[in-house]
């Protein structure tokens, strides 16, 4: 069973600033630094379509378990953030624990970071910068120049998925073993905008605005799917302009544990906080 539960609407949140902080953190670090499918997947007639195919198989499966990898580089330092969580595709909403990296003396530096994804909407707890201990902060994901890829330092799962319905060129590579499940390689090149046309409802305001905000829309990815058609790792390659300098992200996401509970409560209006974050 799935236990999911929603909050009473909330007023206008903080996310613009909490986005320029985010952007900053990340640029700042760079500056010092389940269950098996029943048969083998086999190639696909149309892989292109297997592929665009993804994000509803993902749907038909409810949730799963999700560990994300978002490696950053720039100016030949490297950086890798990384998040544990669960995510349901019906209601398009997840909890992820979000980890940054060390600084280079070696202390973490920052509790890790809670984030709530939810149709249009990211919520960051212990997010730092003169945010007090216990608040949240809400981020209109539709307004990020991102539609939040990148800059929650987490990919969310479901737009991920979906931003393969942009598939414009796709090459099965052969079936491999993938944490003891057998699943189908493909790799190729999605649009973005054309995956903000397909994408479904919940997903598609965000992804509209990282058309808008990416210089290039072609996202290079490889996808690898169960014999159910189910997604279970992506790993998408982007390219984005940050203080005049071009910083590489490549983001993964992996899937497991099909059909494990998913518990994503939003957090009440007295807990989120909308006073000024440090630059």
Known sequence: MVKQR????HGRGS?????????????????VAGC???????????????????????TRAGTAKASTALEMAAGGTRVTIRGEGGYDFR?????????????????????????????????????????????WVRVDTT???????????????????????????VTYLGEIELAGVK??????????ARAARAASPQLRGALAAAAKGFSDDAVPFDAYLDGEGRLRKVRHQFSFS??????AVASTTLLYGFGAPVEVTLPDRRDLYDGKIEA
């Open 15 to 31: 996310g613009t600033f909490a986005v320029a902080v985010l952007a900053g953190s990340l640029a700042g670090t760079l500056a």
């Open 143 to 169: 307004a990020l120049d991102d539609g939040n890829l990148v800059t929650g330092g987490a990919t969310d799962p479901a737009a991920a998925a979906e931003l393969l319905r942009g598939v414009r060129e």
């Open 183 to 192: 699943v189908g390689h493909y790799r190729g090149v999605a649009d973005i």
């Open 36 to 58: 098996t499918a029943s048969r083998a997947p086999g190639p696909a007639a149309d892989p292109a379509l297997a592929v665009r195919n993804a994000a509803d198989a993902l």
């Open 6 to 9: 929603y909050g009473r609407p």
């Open 91 to 135: 209601r398009r909403a997840g909890r992820l624990q979000v980890v940054l990296p060390k600084d280079p003396a070696g202390s973490s530096g920052h509790r890790p970071i809670t984030e709530l994804l939810t149709p249009g909407t990211l919520y960051m707890k212990n997010r730092g910068a003169g945010v007090p201990a216990g608040k």
């Open 242 to 247: 940050n203080r005049g300098r071009t910083v």
